[in-house]
């Protein structure tokens, strides 16, 4: 759902709420929130119930982290809280406290990550909208679990992608699917 000037309302959950933002600001009384984000730590003047995705991208301008279905079911919005997958589209900002938060941005300044690396080789993008959310979340399967198998990278890094990127993508090369 988007507000009347083109702006996405904020979420919380599968329920809309009424609050469209301006400036990345919401129209709400703000508070001083102590965040860390890939690895720095920076202050936001926000509603304490913003949604951490529109706090990455509206407040701080870290726009890698995609806004998808605002209901936690697509991924696109995935970032890790001290290293485990979150949906930030409905993890409001307060929520947070003092864990880390990485952001696509953050996970390496140079796309040296395995995962991204493997992204690129194996040519994964369809439309590439929410390959940012699917690259994170494999990212945290594959910390937990070197070698995952298929039915775990599915069930592990659930993600809904209209334009059907391959799921093989979220498992290793020595055993994803060989065509």
Not at 105 to 117: F, W, Y
Request: net charge positive; aromatic share 4%; hydrophobic share 40%.
């Amino acid at each position: 759902m988007r507000a009347a000037r083109g702006r996405p309302y904020s979420t919380r959950g599968a329920r809309q709420l009424a609050v469209p933002l301006v400036r990345g600001m919401p129209l709400l009384g703000g508070a001083m929130i102590k965040l860390s984000v890939n690895g720095r730590d920076t202050e936001v003047d926000v509603d304490p119930d913003m949604p951490l995705l529109w706090v990455l991208r509206d407040t701080l301008g870290l726009t890698g982290t995609k806004f998808g279905c605002g209901m936690a079911l697509c991924g696109a919005c995935t970032v890790h809280l001290d290293g485990q997958p979150i949906r930030s589209c409905v993890t409001g900002v307060q929520a947070v406290g003092a864990r880390r938060i990485t952001t696509i941005e953050g996970l390496s300044p140079d796309r040296s990550h395995p995962v991204q690396k493997a992204w690129i080789e194996l040519d994964v993008p369809q439309c590439g909208y929410c390959q940012s959310g699917q690259i994170m979340s494999a990212a945290a399967l594959l910390a937990r679990t070197a070698e995952p198998s298929m039915p775990t990278s599915t069930r592990r890094c659930p993600a809904i992608c209209a334009a059907a990127a391959p799921t093989s993508a979220f498992a290793p090369r020595s055993i994803a699917p060989r065509n």
